[in-house]
Nanobody, 123 residues
Framework: VQLQASGGGLVQAGGSLRLSCAASGGTFSTYVMGWFRQAPGKEREFVAAISWRGGSTYYADSVKGRFTISRDNAKNTVYLQMNSLKPEDTAVYYC?????????????????WGQGTQVTVSS
């Protein structure tokens, strides 16, 4: 499946952004979808994941309570609503798809990746 992420930008600390990831070329509803991020000089890290129908979600502890992942299978799109943003949330955010296990947070679990969208949070 091909993935196209969008919605990044520059925001002040405490602000909000919503990322979108549009999928094409596959049966979107059969994929577990995830969001990852990579800050400069750091490894890519798991942010959130959502099951096929959206009934199950997982979050990194660092974003729990602030970020919400959702999906619209009719629109082949997954979203990441980010509230109460902090400077440490600054990173390139990637969406990814897998037919693997939702509880497996490793990036190796995900086969298909979007191109990334930059999120910058100023203090």
């Amino acid at each position: 499946v091909q993935l196209q992420a969008s919605g990044g930008g520059l925001v002040q600390a405490g602000g909000s952004l919503r990322l979108s990831c549009a999928a094409s070329g596959g049966t979107f509803s059969t994929y577990v979808m995830g969001w990852f991020r990579q800050a400069p000089g750091k490894e890519r890290e798991f942010v959130a994941a959502i099951s096929w129908r959206g009934g199950s979600t997982y979050y990194a502890d660092s974003v729990k309570g602030r970020f919400t992942i959702s999906r619209d299978n009719a629109k082949n799109t997954v979203y990441l609503q980010m509230n109460s943003l902090k400077p440490e949330d600054t990173a390139v955010y990637y969406c990814a798809a897998t037919r693997g296990t939702i509880s497996d947070r490793r990036s190796d679990n995900y086969r298909d990746w979007g191109q990334g969208t930059q999120v910058t949070v100023s203090s």
